[in-house]
């Protein structure tokens, strides 16, 4: 059995569940609604506040799904109670960002400035001039922004420079050294 999948997901209060035909699920609460079609293999039931996930049979394929069908529901239910953020820094001289209405504008050292538009659900946050907050209430679409925002201008491992996740390490190497 499944260790994830197992495990029943709690619906807080406010928080709306409707299971549609074909396993389209709508998650309506505080902070908007999402909607996500999951397998249609998978039996998901939602019964005195939670919602449970059980798997026809132990086909490998069937097992796959458990747990992935369990952990994007628990996700939906979080994204629209707290949400979801990450949160880039800008490191390098010259390197900064700036908000103007929905266009994020990046100077990342190129002989332009890169322009990106804020995607339907997601919203970026600038904090200084070196520290990008994307948030949102889709998982997915948040990770993904941030890592399109990162490849913009990923770190380098000799200086640091470029546009890191504030939690993420950059091994650093040793530069060249002078012939004597």
């Known amino acids: 059995m499944s260790r994830i999948g197992k495990l029943p997901v709690a619906v807080p209060a406010g928080v709306e569940v409707k299971l549609g035909e074909e396993n389209l699920l709508t998650i309506k609460g505080p902070k908007g609604t999402l909607e996500r079609k999951l397998s249609a293999d998978m039996n998901i039931a939602v019964e005195a506040g939670q919602i449970v996930v059980t798997r026809p049979s132990d086909l490998k394929k069937h097992r796959a799904l458990h747990g992935l069908t369990r952990t994007l529901i628990y996700n939906m239910v979080?994204?629209?109670t707290e949400g979801y953020e990450k949160t880039l820094e800008i490191n390098g001289v010259g390197y900064r960002a700036a908000k103007s209405g929905k266009k994020l504008t990046l100077t990342l050292g190129y002989s332009h400035p890169v322009e990106m538009e804020d995607p339907?659900?997601?919203e970026t946050i600038v904090e200084g001039t070196n520290k990008i907050i994307?948030?949102?209430i889709?998982?997915?679409k948040v990770g993904q922004f941030a890592a399109e925002i990162r490849t913009k201008?990923?770190?380098?491992?000799?200086k640091?420079?470029?546009i890191k996740y504030s939690d993420e390490h950059i091994r650093r190497k040793v530069g060249k050294t002078g012939k004597k």
């Open 78 to 80: 979080v994204g629209v």
């Open 120 to 122: 339907a659900g997601i």
């Open 134 to 136: 994307v948030k949102g």
């Open 138 to 140: 889709d998982k997915e």
């Open 153 to 158: 201008r990923p770190p380098e491992p000799y």
């Open 160 to 162: 640091g420079k470029g």
